[in-house]
C-alpha cells in the first residue's frame, strides 16, 4: 500500500518537475562543498581570513532559510574548529546571522555585491566583536587592544578582501543551475525535457 502511494506520487511529478528537483540537490550538494573547501585556508595558522563567512553568506543570499540555518552551523562550527574557540560558540552566532541575512535577502534587499559585502563586513566585525568581549573584554586583561588591533582587525580585512573571490566562485554555481520561469504557462510550453 505505502509503495503504491510512493509510486504514484512518482509518477505524477512531470519530467520538468523531476529536473528542478535534481537540479536543486545539486545546487544545495556544491554549495556544501565550496563551504567545506573554504574551511582549508583557514587551518593553516596564524592570521587568516576566515573563508567560511563570505561562503555562508553567499548560500544566505540564495537558498531557503532552513538550508542557511545548517550552513551557518556548519560555518560556525568550521570557524571554531579553525581559530580553537569553545565548540558552538561562533555556531551559534553564524546559524543566528546567516537567518537574518536570508531574511533581509527574501524581504527587503536585492541580490546584489554591494550588498553582499556589506553584510559579510557586518558579520565579520560582529564576529570579531564578539570574540574580543569573550575572550579580554569581559575580564579587562592585559593586551585587549593588541588582540584587537594585531589579530582581529588584519583578519576582518583579509576576509572582507576575500569575500570578492568567494562571490566570483559561488554566483556561476547559482545562475548554471537556477532557472527562472516567468509563468506556470511558460514553463508547460516550454517542455524543458
Request: glycine residues 6%; proline residues 3%.
Amino acid at each position: 500500500m505505502k509503495r503504491n502511494k510512493q509510486a504514484s506520487l512518482h509518477q505524477r511529478r512531470t519530467r520538468s518537475e523531476q529536473k528542478t528537483i535534481r537540479r536543486n540537490l545539486l545546487r544545495k550538494l556544491l554549495s556544501l562543498a565550496l563551504l567545506l573547501l573554504c574551511a582549508f585556508p583557514m587551518l593553516g595558522g596564524g592570521i587568516q581570513p576566515l573563508w567560511v563567512i563570505p561562503a555562508a553568506i553567499c548560500i544566505s543570499m540564495n537558498e531557503d532559510m532552513y538550508f542557511c540555518m545548517a550552513a551557518g552551523v556548519l560555518s560556525g562550527f568550521l570557524i571554531d574548529i579553525a581559530c580553537g574557540s569553545p565548540l558552538g560558540i561562533n555556531a551559534i552566532f553564524m546559524v543566528i546571522f546567516c537567518t537574518f541575512v536570508c531574511l533581509l535577502f527574501e524581504q527587503i534587499l536585492r541580490r546584489n555585491f554591494w550588498y553582499y559585502i556589506l553584510l559579510t563586513a557586518v558579520c565579520v566585525l560582529f564576529r570579531n566583536g564578539l570574540s574580543w568581549l569573550l575572550t579580554y573584554g569581559i575580564y579587562r586583561t592585559e593586551g585587549n587592544s593588541l588582540y584587537w588591533h594585531d589579530v582581529l582587525l588584519p583578519s576582518a580585512l583579509l576576509t572582507i578582501a576575500v569575500a570578492v573571490a568567494v562571490y566570483l566562485l559561488y554566483m556561476p554555481l547559482t545562475r548554471l543551475l537556477t532557472k527562472r520561469v516567468r509563468s506556470m504557462d511558460a514553463a508547460a510550453i516550454r517542455h524543458d525535457w
